[in-house]
C-alpha cells in the first residue's frame, strides 16, 4: 500500500456551491480544480488571469501541492498554467489561486465551478545545502541549453 498523507482542506466563504478538489478517476494522480469567480472571466488571446477556487489548504511539512493545467483546456482552447507547475509550500494558508493564460486565438470565459487546473500533492525532501571550494568534474562539465544535442 502507498504511503498516505492527511491534508486538511477549508472552504471559503461564499463558496459552499464551489466542489472541493476531486480526483475523476481512481487512479488519477491529480485532483481538479473548479473556479470559485464571482462573474465570468473572458480572457482574451495573450491575457491573463488570476483564478481563485474558493479553499484554503494545510498540509504536512514534507509535502508541496503543484497546480498544473488541464490537458483539455490546453488541447482544445489554449488555456494553461502560466506558472507551471505552480508550487503550493506546505506553510501557505491563502485561498488556492491559478495563474492562467490563453494561448488561444479566440476569448475563452471561464464559468463558476468550471474545471480550470489540477493539483497534484509531492513529497519535498529535506535539503542541505554545503558550500564548496569546488565540484567533482563530469563529462558534461558546464555545457548548458541545448548542449547535448543538435537540435
Known amino acids: 500500500m502507498s504511503e498516505q498523507f492527511q491534508v486538511q482542506i477549508k472552504r471559503l466563504p461564499g463558496n459552499e456551491d464551489v466542489p472541493l ?3 475523476m478517476s481512481e487512479l488519477a494522480s491529480g485532483f481538479d480544480l473548479y473556479a470559485a469567480v464571482a462573474e465570468p472571466v473572458i480572457l ?12 484554503a489548504l494545510a498540509m504536512p511539512g514534507e509535502l508541496e501541492a503543484q497546480i498544473r493545467p488541464r490537458s483539455g483546456l490546453a488541447f482544445k482552447h489554449g488555456i494553461t498554467s502560466l506558472n507551471s507547475p505552480g508550487t503550493i509550500d506546505a506553510d501557505y494558508r ?6 492562467l493564460i490563453n494561448h488561444g486565438s479566440e476569448s475563452f470565459t471561464i464559468e463558476r465551478k468550471e ?5 497534484v ?5 529535506q535539503i542541505i ?5 569546488e565540484l567533482d568534474a563530469t563529462v558534461r562539465g558546464a555545457g548548458g541549453f541545448g548542449h547535448t544535442g543538435t537540435k
Open 21 to 23: 478538489p476531486v480526483k
Open 44 to 55: 482574451a488571446p495573450g491575457q491573463r488571469a488570476l483564478i481563485p477556487t474558493g479553499f
Open 94 to 99: 491563502g485561498e488556492v489561486k491559478v495563474l
Open 115 to 119: 474545471r480550470i487546473a489540477q493539483m
Open 121 to 125: 500533492f509531492q513529497r519535498v525532501p
Open 129 to 133: 545545502l554545503q558550500e564548496v571550494e
